[in-house]
């Protein structure tokens, strides 16, 4: 059974940072491209930063180029995400999901690329 699980998620202040992570099971994850997405209250689920299989390549979305920072550890199986200067709108419930779509360097930012969705993690950003 896989299983994607995030944790790191709380309250911080605007300007703060936050590491989130993300652990894998019962998959080949050294197979799987890995991305980050986010949903806040009233709004569309949006592509945040994602990474390929070897970490050899990662994509961020516009809006947070520059503050976050997407990794990987092929040997424990786990991605992070780490925010940094965070933002009143970077409130959002995170996920992390797993993909082994072969056109993902093309489609990586789109939902439906993912094989595999975590239950999200909290993320809530006061001003």
């Known amino acids: 059974q896989v299983q994607l699980v995030e944790s790191g998620g709380g309250l911080v202040q605007a300007g703060g940072s936050l590491r989130l992570s993300c652990a894998a099971s019962?998959?080949?994850?050294?197979?799987?491209?890995m991305g980050w997405f986010r949903q806040a209250l009233g709004k569309e689920q949006e592509f945040v930063a994602a990474?390929?299989?070897?970490?050899?390549?990662?994509y961020y979305a516009d809006s947070v180029e520059g503050r976050f920072t997407v990794s990987r550890d092929n040997a424990k199986n786990t991605v992070s995400l780490q925010m940094n200067s965070l933002e009143p709108e970077d409130t959002a419930v995170y996920y992390c999901?797993?993909?082994?779509?072969?056109?993902?360097?093309?489609?990586?930012?789109?939902?439906?690329?993912?094989?595999?969705w975590g239950q999200g993690t909290q993320v809530t950003v006061s001003s």
């Open positions: 999901a797993a993909s082994r779509d072969p056109y993902y360097m093309q489609d990586y930012n789109q939902r439906r690329t993912y094989n595999y």
């Open positions: 990474i390929t299989w070897s970490g050899g390549t990662r």
């Open positions: 019962g998959l080949p994850f050294t197979t799987y491209d």
